[in-house]
């Protein structure tokens, strides 16, 4: 969708072409917020008027997209930055800087410094440190999971039922930042993670994929299956829950290590 003519500025010449061109480039709301986000990523905190006059648009459309931002936890507003220049009277315009939630968008290097710290490990450990690794990561996470459980007594009403369990276990998943759901499938249901926030890293280290299936199935004290996965190129990390489980597991749970060779 292209703005409105009245919402646009004309033309002009600075250190912010690029996010201008990114702006208005595409003439989408998402990309106009993107730019937004990303001079404020590049400049920190600035005022509508800043905005609006570095993206070449107008106060009236840039306020549009703040809310939006602040209403999405990527941007809050703050107090602008004091500077040297005498201000009018009345009261400061404010500022918006970005969250947690809206660095977390833009690129970084987690990811490497995580692949190195695990090449690292396995140079110096061996196969089994990476292994000791990832079953240490998923116990974490399936003790998370088993307070979740703890937490939830309506589990204790019909304990056979996969529903409820797989329902709590995918409302843990998304605390995690996996965007889980479940779904029905054949003879039980599919946990559907649609987003993972270890894929580049568990792409080259499977194990860490193999660690969180082993979590879930001991959790729901039931065999699960691993169907795909967003580090092998699937669209969507998938796991198939039988339709029968066991009671959940309100202890702390063992995850078994992965069978050596």
């Known amino acids: 969708m292209k703005f409105?003519?009245?919402?646009?500025?004309p033309a002009s010449t600075g250190p912010v072409s690029a996010a201008r061109a990114e702006a208005r480039g595409?003439?989408?709301?998402?990309r106009t917020r993107d730019a937004v986000a990303r001079l404020i990523l590049q400049s920190g905190p600035l005022t509508t008027a800043a905005l609006a006059e570095r993206?070449?648009?107008?106060?009236?459309?840039?306020?549009?997209h703040l809310d939006a931002l602040v209403a999405d936890g990527v941007l809050v507003e703050?107090?602008?930055?004091?500077?040297a220049r005498p201000r009018g009277r009345g009261r400061p315009a404010r500022a918006y800087a970005l969250t947690d939630t809206g660095r977390a968008r833009f690129a970084h290097a987690y990811d490497d410094l995580a692949s190195t710290a695990l090449r690292y490990l396995r140079e110096t450990g061996g196969e089994d440190?990476?292994?000791a690794f990832a079953d240490h990561r998923a116990h974490n996470l399936a003790d998370r999971i088993s307070a979740k459980f703890a937490q939830t007594p309506e589990l204790d009403e019909d304990a056979s039922d996969p529903t409820a369990k797989?329902?709590?276990?995918?409302?843990?998943?998304?605390?995690?930042?996996?965007?889980?759901?479940?779904?029905?499938?054949?003879?039980?249901l599919q946990i559907c993670q649609h987003h993972c926030p270890v894929a580049h890293v568990a792409a080259e280290f499977p194990e860490l994929c193999e660690a969180e299936t082993r979590a879930l199935a001991e959790v729901l004290?039931?065999?699960?299956?691993?169907?795909?996965?967003?580090?092998?190129?699937?669209?969507?990390?998938?796991?198939?829950?039988?339709?029968?489980?066991?009671?959940?597991?309100?202890?702390?749970?063992?995850?078994?290590?992965?069978?050596?060779?």
């Open 221 to 261: 004290g039931t065999y699960v299956q691993r169907l795909a996965t967003i580090a092998h190129g699937d669209g969507v990390c998938t796991t198939h829950v039988p339709g029968s489980i066991a009671p959940p597991n309100r202890q702390q749970v063992q995850i078994s290590p992965a069978g050596r060779k």
């Open 78 to 83: 703050v107090e602008p930055r004091i500077t």
């Open 26 to 30: 595409s003439g989408s709301e998402g």
């Open 129 to 131: 440190a990476v292994l």
């Open 4 to 9: 409105a003519s009245t919402e646009e500025r």
């Open 166 to 188: 797989v329902a709590v276990i995918a409302s843990a998943l998304t605390d995690e930042g996996y965007a889980a759901n479940f779904e029905p499938a054949g003879h039980g």
């Open 55 to 64: 993206l070449n648009l107008s106060a009236a459309a840039i306020r549009r």
